[in-house]
């Protein structure tokens, strides 16, 4: 009895894998019995979609890399006014000593020439970061070259500013050199 058991769900496990096969086969025939109008219609939604999506993926490369030309024209010079930045400290120095001078008067065309320079440097983008003594120390801004004892009002601050800084638009170009009050 248990061999005609056996036999038996064996017969019927061999019609349900039958029965199986016959429902997958007509669910594919369903699939595959989609109109031809049907699958067009999604085959341009597809291409509709791969479509948006490329020109979106277009549209952000255009606008990122007319940003960085942009960029980079603002910052075209930046190496040459680096290189130019020593100069002009050697013109504010020089003009401190004719200043002290007694025939100041003499050097006049040299401070029209350092005037003529800085403007045409400034019309550059080049321009001048801010520091002055009594300043809140701001390492994001400034460069502290050496800390001082100072007293309880003067912690924190900028004594003196050895060198000025510079900027080119929005990038630093030389942070300016601080002693801080310690």
Known sequence: MSQENTEHTENETILDNQTVENQSEEVKEEVVELSVEEQLQLDLTNEKDKFLRLFAE?????????????????????????????????????????????????????????????????????????AEAGDTFDSEVHEAITLIPAGDDQQGKVIDVVEKGYKLGDKILRYPKVVVGQ
């Open 58 to 130: 277009f549209e952000n490369y255009k606008k990122r890399t007319s940003k960085e030309r942009i960029d980079l024209f603002k910052t075209a010079n930046q190496e040459v006014l680096q290189a130019i930045l020593p100069v002009l400290d050697d013109f504010e120095r020089a003009i401190k000593e004719a200043d002290k001078s007694e025939n100041a008067a003499e050097f006049e065309g040299f401070k029209l020439i350092s005037n003529k320079f800085n403007e045409g440097l400034k019309s550059k983008g080049l321009d001048l970061v801010t």
